[in-house]
């Protein structure tokens, strides 16, 4: 250590100026990068206002196709010329070559020999071709900034792509008067990745980019279209009464809006990489002056600073091998690579340490963390703040760990940053205990649900089956992972209340008197009662099931005559997996129905006792049920071993 600091003071000039000769080829690279990065853009420009056109011009085939409108036809043309103006300033080949199947495909839709799906699916694949285009150009810029901008661009792109293909499937069926199932089908799937690109623009994209887009929505138009495709997306048959004119203007004038934010992104970026030229010239001036006045100071500095450098690293020393001792370490530069690891940290992972410095971290990260927490992270740590949270990695050998981890950027003098340290402590068998806990929980959960059952002389097989089928219904009704995994495992406990219910009526084989009826339908409350002040998740769920499996979607139910939504979306759902397996199995005082009996019931009460919608995901998905049904049935030795 000694000789290199001899080094360090001998011969400084020799290392500053290989610092600066590192600046200045970083300081060129990065000019020539943002001289790429506004080639790259400009294309992307050009590449956006040519699907625009080939927008407009797929939704004008569609209307010329459907009608054969003379109209249509001058519109097309002139369309076309629009198109082939922008098309021509790409000498790229793969681009030219599609350019002559477009010429082709166009002589067949003015010759009327394609239909108006085949036309359709031709300008939504080409379309699909120039997105990949300026999507590869995305995927080569490094800079962060223009990363995120163009992130939110190509959903804004992907938004108008689907609101374009909606436009042009309903000009199809509106200038042909026809209800095109094939085109209403690519307008109601356009619809879901127009609301999904939507959903994740507004997640990435600016605050004044989203006042636009909200000016964009709150217009008539916007209403106007919006209220047209709901209304046609509809399942049932109606009859075409809209203009096609009407429709396409005021669609095509919303995706003009649409394109007008698109220009307004590229413009943004185009005014950041000037500026960002700008500075980027600006600091290799000033790195040139940094290194003549560096190289004034270091003499006179470095014999100074020599003992204080000496006394620094001893104390630094002592600080990494108490840190070292104690905890799992490693550290990474800027950009995220590993440069150290101690043996704690090789230990855990089962890697060697060259195996480990070099490379990034995914080497450990496991596939159950989601890459938005390891977003937060970074983002969090590149504001300068320290960053703590747990944080499941995979070893070599496959097998996982967990660790609780605390990232900390290392600052210079000057407060940007040098690297960041990493310090974790394994709490693999907290975490492992804690799991085993929960799942305990779910299981007394569902005896607690047979305990129930069982006292009204029933087999673990019925809660067992309905939570199969709450399971199905949660999931193909748009529920979210936490809430389908609540109602799967509260559903059992839906006649919990029973155990307060008699024997002599619980288990009575007859009819109940209206006395009898009364005490029975109590049991829903009381199993409210047994939850309702519980702060658990969970347990409110069950609460909310047991309160409402016996409410009607018409009001006529019990205990508390809700009507329609009113009822927990948790009560509705199981209320109809409750009804089809007590229904399909025998009781004290019924034998099971027949399947035929069973649906007929299900599809008469639909919007009766049940909500609609469930009824037909039911009625859709029924081969599921039956398979539940066979495999989860009173006698199977699957349930036998369960």
Known sequence: ???????????????????????????????????????????????????????????????????????????????????????????????????????????AILQLKFSTVEAFDFYSNLIKVMQKQYLNMSLNIEDLHVRNQLNAYVHLSLMKEALGQIRGSFNGIFSSHTMNYALLYRAVHAKGVYDSSLSSF????????????HQVSSTNDYKWVENIIKFYSQPLQKTIIEDPKEWFVKSTHIIEQLYLIEKYYLQS???????????????????????????????????????????????????????????IVSKTNKKGIITYVNERFCSISGYKAEELIGKAHNIVRHPDMPKSAFKDMWSTIMRKEAWS??????????SSYTVEATINPILNHEGEIEEFIAIRNDITEVIELHEELEKTQEDLIFRMGEIGET???????????????????????????????????????????????????????????????????????IGYELFQNSHRPLLQTAAIIAHEHHEKYNGSGYPRGLKGKDIHIYGRITALADVFDALGSDRCYKKAWS?????????DERGKHFDPKLVDIFFEHLDEFLEIRDIYNDKSSFMANH
């Open 1 to 107: 250590m000694i000789n290199k600091l001899k080094f360090l003071t001998v011969f400084p000039m020799v290392i500053i100026f290989s610092l600066f000769l590192f600046f200045l080829f970083n300081a060129l690279r990065d000019l020539s990068e943002l001289t790429d990065l506004k080639k790259n853009v400009q294309n992307i420009g050009t590449l956006t206002a040519l699907i625009n056109e080939l927008q407009k011009e797929r939704g004008i085939s569609s209307g010329f196709i459907a009608s054969d409108a003379k109209e249509y036809r001058e519109n097309l043309l002139m369309q076309q010329q629009k198109t082939d103006t922008i098309f021509q300033k790409f000498p790229n080949e793969k681009l030219q070559k599609k350019f002559l199947e477009l010429r082709e495909t166009r002589q």
């Open 455 to 525: 006292r009204s002389m029933e087999t673990g097989a019925h809660v067992r089956r309905v939570a199969k089928y709450t399971e199905l219904l949660a999931r193909y009704s748009g529920l979210s992972e936490k809430e389908i995994m609540h109602v799967v495992s509260a559903s059992p406990m839906h006649d919990i209340g029973k155990v307060a219910i008699p024997d002599n009526i619980l288990n009575k084989q007859g009819k109940l008197t209206a006395q009898e009826w009364d005490i029975m339908k109590t049991h829903s409350q």
């Open 202 to 213: 507004e997640t990435v994209s600016s605050l004044e980019v989203l006042k636009k887009m």
């Open 389 to 398: 949270g747990i944080v499941k990695n995979v070893k070599k050998d496959g």
């Open 269 to 327: 970026i185009q005014k950041y990489t000037e500026k960002k030229s700008h500075d980027t010239s600006l600091q290799l001036i000033i790195n040139t002056l940094a290194f003549i006045f560096v190289v004034i100071l270091v003499f006179r500095l470095g014999f100074k600073i020599k003992n204080d450098i000496m006394n620094n690293i001893a104390l630094l020393n002592e600080y990494k091998n108490a840190v070292d001792r104690s905890s």
């Open 595 to 603: 399947d035929e009996r069973i649906f007929k019931l299900l599809k």
